[in-house]
C-alpha cells in the first residue's frame, strides 16, 4: 500500500498521519457511505448532496492512491481490507456523537429529498406479494412527493408518480422521519402518537416495522 506524503500536521505520528488522509471535508461522510453499501459514483454524489462531483472525485483519488478503495472495472469503488477496518472507528464516532452531540435537528439539517435517498437503499419488501412493491412518502410539511419502487428487490427512487399501485404509503412531518429513520424515536412510538402514518392494507402495513430497516448508525 502506498504512503502519504504529510500534507497537514506534518507531524510523525499515527494519529496525525490518519488525520492528514481522513481529516478533510467530506472525507469520513464518503467513508461512511462506501461503508453502508455504496459503490457508484453517481450514488455516492446523490448522498452527499452538498459535496461537488469534482471534490468527491478528488476525495475517491486519494483513497485510492492511500490504498482504502478500489475502482472495479464496472466504475465502482470496493473498500480494501485497510478501508474495511475504518468501521469501528468511524461507527463509533457516530456512538459518540450520538451520546454527546445529537440534539434536535436543525431545520437546514432536514433535507426530504435526502432522506428519501437513504432510506431506500435499507429496505426489506421481501414479505411483500410479487415482484414489485411500490412505497409512496408523504410529507404533511413538505410539498414534494416521492416514491420507492422496488422491482425484483433492486430499489429506486421516483420523484414524480411512476404509474404503478402504490402497497403502502408512509406520511410523516420531515423531523419526525429522520428521527425514527436515525433511531432517536421508536417507530411504535411514533405512529401511536400521530408523528408517523403507514397508510394501505392491514396485512402490509403491519409489516413496516421489518420492511423499514433504520439507519446503520440508529442502533446506536
Known amino acids: 500500500m502506498s504512503t ?14 490518519a488525520l492528514d488522509l481522513l481529516g478533510e471535508r467530506w472525507s469520513l461522510l464518503i467513508l461512511r457511505d462506501l461503508l453502508t453499501g455504496t459503490s457508484r459514483f453517481n450514488d455516492l454524489a446523490r448522498g452527499l448532496p452538498g459535496l461537488s462531483r469534482s471534490l468527491l472525485t478528488r476525495r475517491l483519488r ?27 472507528i468511524l461507527f463509533g464516532l457516530g456512538a459518540w456523537g450520538a451520546r454527546w452531540t445529537f440534539g434536535e435537528p436543525e431545520p437546514a439539517e432536514l433535507d426530504a429529498q435526502l432522506l428519501v435517498w437513504w432510506m431506500h437503499t435499507r429496505l426489506d419488501t421481501s414479505s411483500f406479494p410479487g415482484k414489485r412493491h411500490v412505497l409512496g412518502v408523504r410529507f404533511t410539511d413538505d410539498p ?13 427512487v421516483c420523484d414524480s408518480d411512476p404509474g404503478y399501485p402504490v402497497h403502502v404509503t ?4 420531515v423531523s419526525s422521519l429522520y428521527q425514527v429513520w436515525l433511531g432517536r424515536v421508536p417507530i411504535h412510538h411514533a405512529v401511536r402518537t400521530g408523528r408517523l402514518e403507514f397508510v394501505g392494507p392491514s396485512a402490509l402495513t403491519r409489516r413496516m416495522d421489518s420492511v423499514l430497516r433504520l439507519s446503520p448508525v440508529a442502533a446506536r
Open 62 to 88: 486519494r483513497f485510492e492512491r492511500a490504498g482504502l478503495v478500489s475502482k472495479t472495472e464496472d466504475g465502482r469503488y470496493i473498500l480494501t481490507d485497510a478501508g474495511y477496518q475504518l468501521e469501528p
Open 4 to 17: 502519504i506524503a504529510p500534507a497537514g500536521y506534518g507531524q510523525y505520528c499515527p494519529i496525525s498521519r
Open 144 to 156: 414534494h412527493r416521492y416514491w420507492i419502487v422496488v422491482e425484483s428487490g433492486v430499489p429506486s
Open 170 to 173: 408512509i406520511t410523516s412531518d
